[in-house]
């Protein structure tokens, strides 16, 4: 049983009903319940229904619990965006790889959505190529007099 969560600290903390507080991974409030899962694997860890401003954590199987609940729809939205979120992330952190590979490496974040629905316009872009310098007639006496410079990308240094 707990009665608050702070959703700005980071980790999350719960407050348990003595007074002491916990830290939580992830979870996902909804109207009348909140969805605890492990944030490594996505997987459902714990419910707890919300009664008289409390929360009380559901100790039976968490499929039971979602069935006999009728909280499926709403978990499963959750769940969904969740490991559409996390593909995202790691589609960005690990050099825009293609889809296919992240699947192999994060099989488990597949389980609910298909690689098809996912579609990256920067990976688009990369793989479209500009055209190269044209052969220029300005040719340096010295060296150094005439510089070259890719006008497409910034110029750090000077």
Not at 6 to 20: E, F, N, R
Not at 33 to 39: T, W
Not at 69 to 94: D, N, P, Y
Request: hydrophobic share 35%.
């Amino acid at each position: 049983m707990f009665s608050s969560m702070s959703p700005l600290k980071s980790p999350h903390l719960i407050t348990l009903a003595d007074g002491s507080e916990l830290p939580l991974l992830c979870s996902h409030f909804f109207h009348s319940h909140c969805v605890f899962q492990d944030l490594a694997t996505g997987r459902m860890i714990g419910i707890a229904k919300e009664q008289d401003g409390l929360y009380y954590l559901q100790h039976e199987d968490s499929k039971e619990c979602t069935k006999q609940k009728g909280l499926t729809s709403s978990h499963q939205m959750s769940s969904e965006s969740w490991s559409s979120s996390q593909i995202w992330l790691q589609h960005k952190r690990l050099g825009h790889p293609p889809f296919s590979v992240l699947k192999s490496l994060f099989p488990f974040l597949f389980t609910k959505v298909s690689i098809e629905s996912f579609h990256c316009d920067v990976c688009q872009f990369a793989k479209h190529h500009r055209t190269v310098f044209l052969p220029s007639n300005n040719k340096s006496s010295k060296p150094f007099d005439l510089v070259h410079s890719d006008v497409w990308g910034a110029c750090i240094y000077f």
